[in-house]
Antibody, heavy 117, light 109 residues
Framework: QVHLVQSGAELKEPGASVKVSCKAS????????IHWVRQAPGQGLEWLGC????????KSAQKFQGRVTMTRDMSIFTAYMELSRLRSEDTAVYYC??????????WGQGALVTVSS | QSALTQPPSVSGSPGQSVTISCTGT?????????VSWYQQHPGKAPKFLIS???KRPSGIPDRFSGSKSGSTASLTISGLQAEDEADYYC??????????FGGGTKLTV
C-alpha cells in the first residue's frame, strides 16, 4: 500500500533554511504529484506548493514564492521541500501528500519544524 | 489566494446529520469540480474523504457525501458517530497548478 515517510523534527534559528524529505513507496513515484501543506499550532491547513516528480516541475503558492524550493530524487523515490529565510511564524507541522494535481490523497506523518533562537 | 470560508464549528448528536459549508469564489470552487474534503483527528495527518466534489474513495462510508452549488461546496455527514468528532477541511483547485484550503471546521458529536 501507499506510504509516505517524512524526515524528523527540526529546530532552526530565524533566518536559516530547513529541508524536509518525503520518501514514497507502494506506487509508481513518477505518476502522482507531491503536494506540501503545513499546519501551524492550533491553525488550519495551508498549501505551500506541488511538485511533478516526473518532470521536476513545481509550483508554489504566491505567499511562498522565492522562499520555497521543491525537488526530487527519482533514484530513491524521495521528494524534498526546502523553506528558506525562516521566521517564527514558519513554526508548523509540514506534511507531504501525494495525489493528482487537483488534490492529495495519501499523506505523510508530518514533520515538526520549530523556528526559535 | 484567500482561504476558503468554513464555519469554525458545528455540532450534532449521534445519529443526526450535519452539513459543513465551504465558500470560495468564481476562481476556485465556482470554477472547477475539484473540491476535496479531509478529516483530521488531533495530532494526526489529514484523511482523504471526498474528491471531485462528491466522489468517495474506497473505504469511506457512504455516510459522508459531498455536493456543490455555485461557489459553495458542502460536506454532509449522516448517522453521526462519536468517532466522527474531528476537524474537517475543504480544498479546491484554483487554477494555474495551485490549491487552496478552507480554514477548517471543528465537529463536535
Amino acid at each position: 500500500q501507499v506510504h509516505l515517510v517524512q524526515s524528523g523534527a527540526e529546530l532552526k534559528e530565524p533566518g536559516a533554511s530547513v529541508k524536509v524529505s518525503c520518501k514514497a513507496s507502494g506506487y509508481t513515484f513518477t505518476t502522482q504529484y507531491i503536494h506540501w501543506v503545513r499546519q501551524a499550532p492550533g491553525q488550519g491547513l495551508e498549501w505551500l506548493g506541488c511538485l511533478n516528480p516526473s518532470s521536476g516541475f513545481s509550483k508554489s503558492a504566491q505567499k511562498f514564492q522565492g522562499r520555497v524550493t521543491m525537488t526530487r530524487d527519482m533514484s530513491i523515490f524521495t521528494a524534498y521541500m526546502e523553506l528558506s529565510r525562516l521566521r517564527s511564524e514558519d513554526t508548523a507541522v509540514y506534511y507531504c501528500g501525494r495525489g493528482t494535481l487537483e488534490r492529495p490523497d495519501y499523506w505523510g506523518q508530518g514533520a515538526l519544524v520549530t523556528v526559535s533562537s | 489566494q484567500s482561504a476558503l470560508t468554513q464555519p469554525p464549528s458545528v455540532s450534532g448528536s449521534p445519529g443526526q446529520s450535519v452539513t459543513i459549508s465551504c465558500t470560495g469564489t468564481s476562481s476556485d470552487v465556482g470554477a472547477y469540480n475539484y473540491v476535496s474534503w479531509y478529516q483530521q483527528h488531533p495530532g494526526k495527518a489529514p484523511k482523504f474523504l471526498i474528491s471531485d466534489v462528491n466522489k468517495r474513495p474506497s473505504g469511506i462510508p457512504d455516510r459522508f457525501s459531498g455536493s456543490k452549488s455555485g461557489s459553495t461546496a458542502s460536506l454532509t455527514i449522516s448517522g453521526l458517530q462519536a468517532e466522527d468528532e474531528a476537524d474537517y477541511y475543504c480544498c479546491s483547485y484554483a487554477g494555474s497548478y495551485t490549491l487552496v484550503f478552507g480554514g477548517g471546521t471543528k465537529l463536535t458529536v
